[in-house]
Nanobody, 126 residues
Framework: QVHLVESGGGLVQDGDSLRLSCTAS????????MGWFRQAPGKEREFVAV????????YLADSVKDRFAMSRDDAKNTVYLRMNSLKPADTALYYC???????????????????WGQGTQVTVSS
C-alpha cells in the first residue's frame, strides 16, 4: 500500500516562491502519473498539476500554468511542485495523489486517484 508525505509548505509573502515535495513509500511511483491538488477553506479540492507516467508531459490548471511547474525523480520516488510568483489566492492545503491506473498521462479528477497525502499548508500573505 502506498503512503504519501508532502513537505515544503509554509508562510510566504506575495510574489515569493516555494517548492513542495511529495515522497512515496510502499510502492514505486515509476509508471504512474502523479498529481497535485489543493483545497482552500470552504472550497472544494481542485486540481493543480499532473505529470505523466514517463515524465514527458505536465498539465497544469489555468490559474497556475504560468507560475508553477511539476517534476519527478523516480529514483527518489518523489515528485515536486515548484511554485513561483505566489499570490494570496494560492493559499490552501496542498495534496499529492497516487492514481488508480498505470501509464496514464494527465488524470486531473480526484476520482482518478486512490491515495492522498496528509497535505502541506501554503499560506501567502499580501
Amino acid at each position: 500500500q502506498v503512503h504519501l508525505v508532502e513537505s515544503g509548505g509554509g508562510l510566504v509573502q506575495d510574489g515569493d516562491s516555494l517548492r513542495l515535495s511529495c515522497t512515496a513509500s510502499g510502492r514505486t511511483i515509476r509508471n504512474y502519473a502523479m498529481g497535485w491538488f489543493r483545497q482552500a477553506p470552504g472550497k472544494e479540492r481542485e486540481f493543480v498539476a499532473v505529470i505523466s507516467w514517463n515524465g514527458k508531459s505536465t498539465y497544469l490548471a489555468d490559474s497556475v500554468k504560468d507560475r508553477f511547474a511539476m517534476s519527478r525523480d523516480d529514483a527518489k520516488n518523489t515528485v515536486y511542485l515548484r511554485m513561483n510568483s505566489l499570490k494570496p489566492a494560492d493559499t490552501a492545503l496542498y495534496y499529492c495523489a497516487f492514481p488508480n491506473l498505470m501509464f496514464t498521462v494527465k488524470p486531473s479528477e480526484p476520482s482518478e486517484y486512490h491515495t492522498w497525502g496528509q497535505g502541506t499548508q501554503v499560506t501567502v500573505s499580501s
